[in-house]
């Protein structure tokens, strides 16, 4: 089945400090990789969509310019938590598409736990 | 625009018992659906999906889901639950059409007692 690796599974970085983090398809080609935002005891909050060779579109609410996704290759997105501050801690969730049909089940990583001191 | 709704924040059973939970949708037609699972700082994993045909949905280990477009409700259910099914679980809703993303309910955390 379509494997999602995420990486690093957890990182801690010092507030104003930048933390990138990666998403990659193993054994399949994502054009289209989504990123959520969990916070504890709660749903996923997507927080933009990621489409390959073009600009992410971020949802409503959803800094831009904080939170910078590059989807350079079918393979890789990544998300870079610009800045950092405490408030930014969280468990960040990268998923992608299994196939290329618009109803294809979504795949995730195993996630990023953020925290930052 | 779609929503999910899982009424049930936790859920207690014990080990052998049967299980369901309740998931309710809002949308205008028939959508998309779906149950992951999340283990503890862990991703999603698909339990299964419904897109269209038999309302009755088997997935992975040992789950099923009915679908009921009367109810607006795709509940998931497993005869007997072990102790390794403790973990949070996820209803989502797509809309067909369109980009498609799927919204997800906000989780029910299950506790199995052994």
């Known amino acids: 089945g379509a494997v999602v690796s995420q990486h690093p599974s957890r990182v801690i970085c010092k507030s104003g400090t930048s933390v990138k983090i990666e998403c990659r398809s193993l054994?399949?080609?994502?054009?289209?990789m989504f990123w959520y935002r969990q916070f504890p005891k709660q749903s996923l909050m997507l927080m933009a969509t990621?489409?390959?060779?073009?600009?992410?579109?971020?949802e409503q609410g959803v800094e831009k310019d904080k939170f910078l996704i590059n989807h350079a290759s079918l393979t890789l997105s990544t998300l870079t938590v610009t800045s950092a501050h405490p408030e930014d801690s969280s468990f960040y969730i990268c998923?992608?598409?299994?196939?290329?049909?618009?109803?294809?089940?979504?795949?995730f990583g195993n996630g990023t736990r953020l925290t930052v001191t | 625009a779609q929503s999910v709704t899982q009424p049930d924040i936790h859920i207690t059973v014990s080990e052998g018992a049967s299980l369901e939970l309740r998931c309710n949708y809002s949308?205008?037609?028939?959508?998309?659906l779906f149950w992951y699972v999340q283990s503890p700082g862990q991703g999603l994993q698909l339990l299964l999906k419904?897109?269209?045909?038999?309302?009755l949905v088997q997935g992975i280990k040992g789950f099923e889901a009915e679908f009921k477009r009367s109810q607006s409700s795709f509940n998931l259910r497993k005869p007997s639950v072990h102790w390794s099914d403790a973990a949070e679980y996820f209803c989502?809703?797509?809309?067909?059409?369109?980009?498609?993303?799927?919204?997800f309910g906000r989780g029910t955390s299950l506790i199995v007692h052994p």
């Open positions: 990621s489409n390959e060779g073009s600009k992410a579109t971020y």
């Open positions: 949308y205008g037609a028939t959508p998309y």
């Open positions: 989502a809703v797509g809309a067909r059409g369109g980009s498609y993303i799927p919204t």
């Open positions: 998923s992608a598409r299994g196939g290329e049909q618009l109803n294809s089940p979504l795949h």
């Open positions: 419904y897109f269209s045909g038999d309302t």
């Open positions: 054994d399949f080609q994502a054009t289209t």
